[in-house]
């Protein structure tokens, strides 16, 4: 029987909508639509920048806890309302995909909150029968 299970972030979101921050489903891992607000304390910045790295902060926690890391992202979608936003957040994003070079998508469009300014969704895979994988 294949493994599914969901990875909360403590998100006030997760609960009023009814979604988990990841699931993991066999080798898959689908990590949902991630914005750059700090789930624990539920603040966002005004800085686009500094949202996209808090979005990879917390895609990172939840890869992490489904034993996998960014090395293991095959796709990426980034969300933005404003397309200006983007090219100020490539050194970060490259940081983190640079490497790897996943499959990704810019698209433009309204996000659920007028303080978001991008919305960070990444699908990965784990290396069939391998624990420990976030360390690679």
Known sequence: MTERRAILSGSTFEEQIGYARAVVDGDWVHVSGTTGFDYGTMTISDDVVEQAEQCLRTIG???AEADCSFADVVRVHYL???RADFEPCWPVLRRCF???RPAATMMVC????PRMKIEIEVTARRSPGETGSAGR
Not at 110 to 113: E, I, M
Request: charged letters at 25%; a negative charge.
């Open 61 to 63: 926690a939840a890869l």
């Open 80 to 82: 933005l309302p404003d």
């Open 98 to 100: 640079g490497e790897i």
């Open 110 to 113: 309204g996000l659920a909150d």
